[in-house]
C-alpha cells in the first residue's frame, strides 16, 4: 500500500428533476466520509444536465480502500440509489495538481442549495392538484352520487394523489426547476463556462 494521497471520482447519472436532492446527498456523504481516518476532502461537481461527480480524497490507498468497504459508505450509497445511477469511478494517486485545479469549483458548490420560498412549493403543489381534482369534480363525481360520501372522498383523495405523485409533479418539477432552484442553476452555469474554457 502507498502512502500518496488517493483521490477517487464517483461519477453518477442523476433521475431528472432530483438534482437538489443529489447535491445534499453528496454532500452529506462527504460529511459521513469525514469520520473516516485519512479522508483529507472532497466535493460536489456538475456536469451537464445530469452528470454529477462526487470526489472523495484519502492521505494513501489503504484509506481509500478501508472507505470503499465501510458500513458508513454503503449504507450512503444505498440512500442514494433512488437520486441517481453510478456511472464510472476512478481512482488517481498523488494528484494534488489536479485536486487542487478543481479546488473553486468545488467550492462553488460547498453549500447545498436552500429550498425553495414556500409560496413557490405552494404555487407548483397547487399547479399539480387543481386539475384533477377540476376534472374529477366535473367528469367523475356525478356517476358517484350514490356512493357514500366517504367512499367517495377517498376515491377522490387515492386518484389524485396518484395522478399528482407519478404523473404531474415530476414534470413540473422538471419544468420549474431554474424557477425553484436557481443557485443550482448558477452552479451548472459557472462549471459549463469553466469547462469550456478549460
Given at each position: 500500500?502507498?502512502?500518496n494521497p488517493v483521490t477517487v471520482t464517483v461519477a453518477y447519472r442523476v433521475v431528472p428533476g432530483r438534482e437538489a436532492e443529489f447535491h445534499s446527498w453528496g454532500w452529506g456523504a462527504l460529511r459521513a466520509t469525514a469520520r473516516q481516518p485519512g479522508f483529507l476532502g472532497g466535493g460536489v461537481l456538475?456536469?451537464?444536465?445530469?452528470?454529477?461527480?462526487?470526489?472523495?480524497?484519502?492521505n494513501s490507498e489503504g484509506s481509500a480502500l478501508a472507505w470503499d468497504r465501510s458500513a458508513?459508505?454503503?449504507?450512503?450509497?444505498?440512500?442514494?440509489e433512488t437520486l441517481a445511477q453510478e456511472t464510472g469511478r476512478q481512482t488517481v494517486q498523488g494528484s494534488r495538481a489536479w485536486f487542487d485545479s478543481q479546488a473553486e469549483t468545488a467550492g462553488a458548490a460547498a453549500a447545498a442549495p436552500r429550498?425553495?420560498?414556500?409560496?413557490?412549493l405552494w404555487f407548483v403543489n397547487m399547479s399539480a392538484v387543481f386539475p384533477?381534482?377540476?376534472i374529477f369534480n366535473l367528469a367523475v363525481l356525478p356517476?358517484?352520487?350514490?356512493?357514500?360520501?366517504?367512499?367517495?372522498?377517498?376515491?377522490l383523495c387515492l386518484?389524485?394523489?396518484a395522478i399528482v405523485t407519478w404523473i404531474l409533479m415530476p414534470r413540473l418539477q422538471r419544468f420549474f426547476k431554474k424557477w425553484l432552484?436557481?443557485?443550482?442553476?448558477?452552479?451548472?452555469?459557472r462549471h459549463k463556462r469553466r469547462a469550456a474554457q478549460g
Open positions: 500500500m502507498t502512502r456538475v456536469d451537464g444536465e445530469a452528470e454529477w461527480h462526487v470526489v472523495y480524497r484519502f458508513d459508505r454503503a449504507e450512503w450509497q444505498a440512500r442514494g429550498p425553495p420560498p414556500k409560496w413557490k384533477p381534482v377540476l356517476y358517484l352520487g350514490s356512493f357514500n360520501p366517504l367512499i367517495r372522498t377517498l376515491f386518484a389524485v394523489t432552484y436557481p443557485p443550482l442553476q448558477a452552479i451548472r452555469g
